[in-house]
């Protein structure tokens, strides 16, 4: 009887356990169901995908992924290939899909609320630059060989760079001292008196950093150290935007000029005008008919021409008269921030007075958009514009920059930025790519330099520097990017550039010299210990030693 009972009844604990297991497959039915449904309404339809921010897809993900993943979606899937072209389940895809829109949505929205248009459209250049990597040439070292390779790469072509360098300097050491001699009293003069306003564009904080007085106020040190009266002074801009460095127009009565001094990097938007490193075409004449007031700022659209505005009395008169040249992307931007902003007074300006001349002065980033604005400008104010650049960057092509005959290029031996450019850095990396690849040629560098010989480079044998020359001629035919070199005229300071004598006597004195080289001496980055000293750069440093130089000229 209580065995039948017992097989008759269940307990309660075992009645709910079945009642969930039969909820459960009911469910699980249903969402099979529902799933099939929706699965079969996809297959029916043609997907339509969302391309709104594929232009961000360079920034959160990786480009290659992407192209792959494309690429799969819209190619037959053959049973050899199942493996490897399995398309994720749709379930997964849809949420990674919402969620990649989503964070690209609110990056968007970052962007709008705390990025001006300008700065946001330089960071974006800056990224599609760092995406587009090997498309300029650029070797990833440390991704296709060890680190130890890459070290010893590194020193054998610094002592391969170091042994021809030394040599060639000790061979036209003459040479360079008669091109010394050669250069105009008065021309030293004028790099001396121009340097001084090159500087002043860095306001009070530049002169503070001089050790000189006027604090806090940028207009009275522009007074106190150029000697102008406050009725010169034509505009004023002391704080720079992207793609818009700070920069001032004054009327310097003593050498009847206009001069429109330009600032040189010293705010994280400066930077950003300097890492927009590409090359860009641009024509050489901005539009005189869009000026902007003082109180404007220049806003540049996406769908603008890459070469710039074109004058519609240039189009419709002769084409032969249109000139385009190329040089840096982030000073070719900021050079027409500028133009639209001083154009006018400019022009209002020369005109008034013909024989007033335009001399635009900067350093650093002040003096590379000085000399595309000189290029800009060099057809509407012909014969009245000009240059002069202090420590100025890598600017224009190497093919086209001795062409720039109103530009003047003053740079010091060593400065680190005279030979660093998007250009020079791929080139360099394929040197060392090579050099990597090959260990039997790196080996046979380390042996034909020496172990301390390559210190002192006139101790190496006659033998051994033929082989240099020729393996440094091998390597430089591997190095063929598109570099950029400091533009126009160039002059180079050497000798004790930044250990200043302490007494004025005439041997000290003749430790500073300046004399003209041929734009090649900075088509290729040299590895040195201080190759990256930015003390070689400094402004200051520039005004003393032309000060000294032109005292003793």
Known sequence: ????????????????????????????????????????????????????????????????????????????????DIFTTTKPPREAASRKGWKRRSLRAWIRKIEHKFLSPETARAINTIQKILAAFPDYGVVDLFGLYSPKEVVLSILALSRLQHVIATRSENEHDEDDKKNETTIDKHIIEELAYYSIFANVAYGWKGAAFCGRIPFGNNNRALLSRTGIEQDDILMTKWHSKTNRPAFFLVRDKERNTIVLSIRGTLSPRDVLTDLCASCENFLVED???????????????????????????????????????????????????????????????????????????????????????????????????????????????????????????????????????????????????????????????????????????????????????????????????????PPGVIYVMSGSLFEFPTDESESSVKRYNIRTVDPTVFDEMRISPRMFDVSRHVPARYETVLQRIAASA
């Open 287 to 485: 539009n005189p008919a869009e000026v902007l007031s003082a109180e404007e700022d220049p806003i540049i659209t996406d769908s603008e021409s890459s070469l710039g505005d074109i004058d519609d009395s240039i189009t419709s008169s002769d084409w032969g008269q249109i000139q385009f040249s190329r040089a840096h992307s982030g000073m070719v931007e900021a050079a027409r921030g500028v133009a639209r902003m001083t154009a006018k007074i400019i022009s209002d300006e020369l005109q008034l007075d013909p024989t007033l001349s335009l001399v635009i002065v900067g350093h650093s980033l002040g003096g590379g958009v000085a000399a595309v604005l000189a290029t800009m400008w060099k057809q509407r104010f012909e014969n009245r514009v000009r240059s002069i650049g202090f420590g100025n960057p890598c600017v224009f092509p190497l093919a086209i920059t001795s062409s720039c005959d109103n530009i003047v290029s003053v740079t010091g031996e060593g400065d680190p930025f005279a030979c660093f450019s998007l250009g020079h850095i791929a080139d360099l990396t394929k040197a060392l790519s090579k050099l990597c690849s090959d260990d039997g040629f790196r080996d046979e560098i380390m042996q034909h330099t020496g172990t301390t010989s390559w210190l002192k480079p006139e101790e190496i044998s006659e033998e051994d520097y033929v082989w240099c020359l020729n393996a440094m001629t091998f390597l430089r035919k591997q190095m063929n990017s598109e570099i950029l070199v």
């Open 1 to 80: 009887m209580e065995e039948h009972q017992c097989n008759g009844r269940q307990p309660a604990s075992i009645k709910s356990l079945d009642n969930r297991q039969a909820q459960k497959a009911v469910c699980n039915s249903i969402g099979r169901a529902v799933e099939n449904a929706v699965h079969q309404e996809y297959d029916d339809e043609i997907i339509q995908e969302d391309h709104a921010f594929d232009e961000l897809d360079t920034i959160i993900f990786d480009n290659d992924d992407t192209a792959t993943i494309s690429s799969l979606n819209h190619s037959a899937i053959s049973e050899d």
